[in-house]
């Protein structure tokens, strides 16, 4: 073979080697309508593992038990209603579900005021609790000035969420239900 | 900014993508065509060659798809923050407090924060806070802010809230809360001139074949589709109230109104409409006046136009060489004046213009020409009051009376008419023979916007003022002038092709 048929036929595997780099490295524009869902809820675990949910507003409080059945009861009380108890296994798939809009870290909110967020003396405290154990302790305080979020701690975390406000809404309707009793 | 930088990593991805490309391109160039393999084996050599191509052009355009690059090459570099805004701060002379917020979760609010601290930087006139609602709701709610990307501008006790993440809007938004007294800019009706409350557009279609807009009215230049709302909110964006007269209806030009705009007015004015313009300059005022072809003044009116400085010629401009696309009516200006309005214009154009005849103004009264044809230009008669064809221009016949030469198309005067008062003040006038190069379905395109606004800003006496343009969003397109569509389908339609045809002879008569 002669030398320039060599050099020609190597320049032609170096650049089709190139194209398929290209290929292999490249990535297609992500679609919205092709996005596989996925769960970005602060709560890891299966909602269906939730055994028991305390409740706290003001100096209300409530301990509500998942039935055998998969329904939910008040301890030492009456089960729920088949659609309060589907508002609260919506508002705990939330926890799973429904990620935080924003994450504001300590250092971010230095010089703020922390009574702004309504943190101080939140609407609404529950904590979720799995085979006995407590999963999750949440605080739910003002809502931002949009209206559109609500402020958020989470127990042994310092960090102040933003978390879309139907969440809060769910679970202030669960509150409204089950503390009015 | 971020709109402008080019990211380097794709660009040389795709840098090395041409360079692959045409290296298998030569190299295919160099495979043999006959290979003295027996039939059978030629033919497998000839369809993995065939099949080598298909797999190489699958892969170069699947690679280019998968490695898409972003760079803004537009001349007006839309997609990279404007200097203008910079220009505002820069001349600002009375301190402003700008309190903006931003959503901190937005790329735009983000980079709008950004922005505005570089201005606040720029003139320590302007004190700018940027705060994020989330972070300090309770400042947010002192201002009454429920949403994000909203400005307020404090200065000398007036406030004003601008939602927006544009920092001209911004710069706008300074020049509005510093400007003390409101301006009221007046559209006069009642002559079937372009409406304000129209905001029908037609689109334009530029082929090697000439102009058309793309609907079934678009045979008629001047027509009563086209609306001047555009420019009625290009003014409303400055903040200038806006307001309609209708002079039949009252004895004269209402006091609030700085400036009196006369749109492409189609029929003749009654005399005491006339003589209430007359007053209104008299007593200081200003008017935007455009005339477009085929308008008859009354007698009154036009002695009124004569006492400014000019006549109106019953003649269309023809400009073989200088004009929009392949009509040699839509006059096209590049040269003008030196003068306050036109001096940051570039290209103009303007469909169907009428020439102003300059005739002696009255004593005292200055005026300036601001425009002119080429001097290839010519006129041919019109009819009064008619429509224009628009695929008349190319067999009009040219004035027997008028020679060749550049055409007066628009002219500013200003002083006192005589009867003023002494101590009333000067008035403001701009004339132009032709309406539609302002109107909805022009005044997007070239300079056409800056130059009305221009107009209407010396009228209202702001031209000292930094001048901000504010977008007015119109599909995107790119023009091209005759030479270059001719130019275009030469390449693209004539010599590719062609050029395939002599590659393939070449490579044949080399290889025979």
């Not at chain 1, 059945?69 to 296994?89: C, I, P, R, T, Y």
Request: include cysteine; glycine fraction near 8%; hydrophobic fraction near 45%.
């Amino acid at each position: 073979m002669k030398n320039r048929t060599l050099w020609t036929a190597l320049a032609a595997a170096a650049a089709f080697a190139f194209l398929v780099a290209m290929v292999i490295s490249g990535a297609l524009p992500e679609q919205r309508q092709l996005v596989k869902f996925e769960a970005k809820g602060i709560m890891k675990l299966e909602p269906d593992r939730i055994s028991r949910v305390e409740l706290h507003q003001g100096e209300r409080k409530a301990v509500l038990l998942r039935t055998s059945d998969g329904n939910w009861a008040v301890q030492g009380g009456s089960a729920l209603s088949a659609e309060m108890g589907k508002k609260l296994s919506l508002a705990v798939q939330f926890m799973n579900t429904a990620g935080p809009i924003r994450v504001m870290e300590p250092a971010e909110l230095d010089g703020t005021n922390p009574r702004d967020f309504g943190l101080d003396q939140p609407r609404l405290t529950f904590t979720l609790f799995a085979d006995a154990q407590p999963v999750l302790g949440v605080r739910f305080g003002a809502h931002n000035p949009e209206d559109t979020a609500q402020y958020m701690t989470l127990d042994g975390h310092q960090d102040v969420i933003l978390m879309s406000r139907f969440v809060g809404q769910e679970w202030e309707s669960v509150a409204g239900g089950v503390l009015a009793k | 900014m971020e709109h402008g930088d080019i990211e380097l990593a794709p660009l040389l991805w795709f840098l090395g993508w041409a360079f692959a490309v045409g290296a298998l391109f030569f190299a295919g160039l160099r495979l043999p065509l006959q290979t003295r393999f027996t039939s059978v084996k030629s033919l497998f050599y000839n369809i993995g060659v065939v099949a080598a191509a298909l797999v190489v052009a699958a892969l170069a355009t699947t690679a280019i798809i998968l490695h898409d690059i972003h760079i803004d090459l537009t001349r007006e570099k839309i997609f990279t923050p404007s200097s203008q805004a910079m220009a505002v701060v820069d001349q600002l002379q009375r301190p402003v407090r700008l309190t903006y917020f931003y959503h901190g979760q937005d790329p735009e609010g983000r980079r709008i924060k950004d922005v505005l601290e570089v201005m606040g930087r720029r003139n320590s006139r302007l004190e700018v806070r940027t705060v994020d609602p989330d972070r300090e709701p309770s400042l947010a709610l002192s201002y009454g802010v429920r949403m994000s990307n909203v400005g307020i501008l404090e200065a000398e006790g007036r406030k004003l809230l601008i939602q927006t993440t544009d920092e001209r809007d911004i710069a706008i938004g300074i020049q509005r809360v510093l400007r003390e007294k409101v301006i009221t800019a007046c559209f006069l009706e009642g002559h079937n001139e372009f409406p304000m409350d129209n905001f029908e557009f037609h689109t334009h279609v530029e082929g090697i074949a000439g102009h058309s807009h793309g609907d079934a009215s678009s045979k008629l230049i001047q027509t009563a589709g086209h609306g001047i709302g555009r420019l009625r909110r290009a003014l409303e964006a400055q903040g200038y109230e806006t307001r309609k007269v209708i002079l039949a209806t009252s004895p004269s030009v209402p006091e609030i109104c700085q400036v009196l705009i006369v749109a492409n007015p189609r029929t003749t004015f009654l005399p005491a409409e006339s003589a209430a313009l007359e007053a209104y300059l008299q007593s200081g005022g200003s008017l935007f006046a455009m005339f477009d072809l085929g308008f008859v003044p009354e007698p009154r009116l036009a002695a009124l136009i004569e006492k400014l400085g000019v006549r109106l010629a019953q003649e269309a401009v023809v400009d073989p060489l200088s004009h929009y696309s392949t009509d040699a009516e839509m006059v096209a200006v590049t040269v003008y004046d030196q003068n306050p309005m036109t001096a940051n214009v570039s290209m103009t154009f303007y469909p169907g213009i009428r020439p102003l005849i300059p005739v002696q103004p009255k004593q005292g009264i200055r005026v300036a020409p601001l425009f002119s044809s080429s001097r290839d230009s010519y006129t041919r008669p019109v009819q009064p009051v008619g429509v224009r064809e628009a695929g008349e221009s190319s067999s009009a016949p040219r004035s027997r009376t008028d020679e060749v030469g550049p055409r007066l198309l628009a002219v500013a005067a200003e002083g006192q008419l005589p009867g003023a008062a002494s101590e009333s003040p000067r008035f403001r006038a701009v004339i132009v023979g032709d309406g539609d190069f302002a109107s909805n379905s022009f005044l997007p395109y070239l300079s056409n916007g800056d130059l009305a606004m221009a107009m209407v800003r010396w009228l209202v006496r702001e031209e000292r003022s930094t001048a901000v343009a504010n977008r007015i969003p119109v599909p995107p397109m790119i023009l091209l002038s005759s030479a270059q569509m001719k130019a275009i389908f030469l390449l693209v339609e004539v010599l590719l092709p062609l050029s395939v045809i002599a590659l393939g002879v070449m490579v044949w008569w080399r290889r025979r």
